[in-house]
């Protein structure tokens, strides 16, 4: 879909400048395809100006967002984290001028080892989980991939300012295995799903509440133009002062 929409805005529409990034005007507000990182970004750079703490990427596909954070954020470690081996490839490629970025081509869940992963035509929409809603999505194949747990893996990190997550419906099954990390750290920025899109992903308001209940609030909450409705949506969360 992204590249779909570059291609409309290179042949039809003059470019609209919105934080230095494209946007696409449609119905009277501009829509950035990545509002939700500079919406982070903004954050980072007012609240936590000089925190030296490293940024997780979690479902970095090509690592377009790894390498967004990186390029303004040029002190602070970039960790990003890709199971599927192709589009991992490409942010190989994609990250190499960049020495505070480090990618792992391994993902998360709340268990340690190989698990399936059920990849699909376009492959940014390739999921832990099998396709229930197939309007917009199509399989193609299921790979073997390697996971962790964030628990596991930051065990010796002492601090995250900014934990990322794309994972299409398996953010509520990291998290849970995840409640150490989760109290060294500042941010989290994830999509979340309206609709059960995939069989047995979790939902926007169970993410909510896991997250509320770990001593977090909700920040902003970014929304994309969707013709048919919002699937899915991003909300950026800080670490509640109250709590």
């Known amino acids: 879909m ?3 929409i570059d291609l409309f805005i290179s042949i039809y529409l ?6 230095s990034k ?3 005007y449609v119905k009277g507000k501009s829509l950035n395809y990545d509002e939700h990182y500079i919406t982070a970004l903004d954050v980072i750079q007012r609240q936590y100006p000089n925190d030296q703490g490293i940024l997780v990427d979690i ?3 090509d690592a377009d967002s790894t390498v967004f954070f990186a390029r303004r954020l040029p002190k602070n470690k970039i960790l990003g984290f890709e199971p599927n081996p192709y589009p991992y ?3 190989i490629d994609r990250a190499k001028p960049y ?3 480090q990618l792992f081509n391994i993902g998360f869940s709340n268990t340690i080892g190989d698990v399936d992963l059920h990849v699909t035509k376009n492959l940014v929409s390739s999921s832990l989980y099998n396709i229930k809603d197939f309007s917009e999505i199509s399989p193609d194949k299921t790979i073997k991939v390697k996971v962790d747990t964030l628990d596991n893996f930051f065990s010796f990190h002492k601090e995250i300012l900014l934990l990322k997550l794309d994972v299409q419906g398996a953010e509520l099954n990291i ?6 990390t989760l109290k060294k750290t500042k941010l989290v920025l994830t999509e979340v799903l309206v609709n059960e899109i995939y069989h047995g992903a979790c939902l926007y308001h169970q993410v909510d509440e896991f997250l ?3 001593s977090f609030q909700i920040h902003t909450i970014i929304t994309n133009y969707n013709k048919d409705g919002v699937k899915y949506f991003d909300i950026l969360y800080i670490k509640s002062t109250n709590q």
């Open 14 to 19: 003059s470019p609209l400048q919105l934080s």
């Open 59 to 61: 479902g970095a596909f």
């Open 2 to 4: 992204r590249k779909l």
């Open 22 to 24: 494209l946007a696409l």
């Open 89 to 91: 490839q490409n942010g």
């Open 175 to 180: 998290l849970k295995a995840g409640t150490e």
């Open 99 to 101: 020495s505070n970025i």
């Open 212 to 214: 509320r209940n770990n």
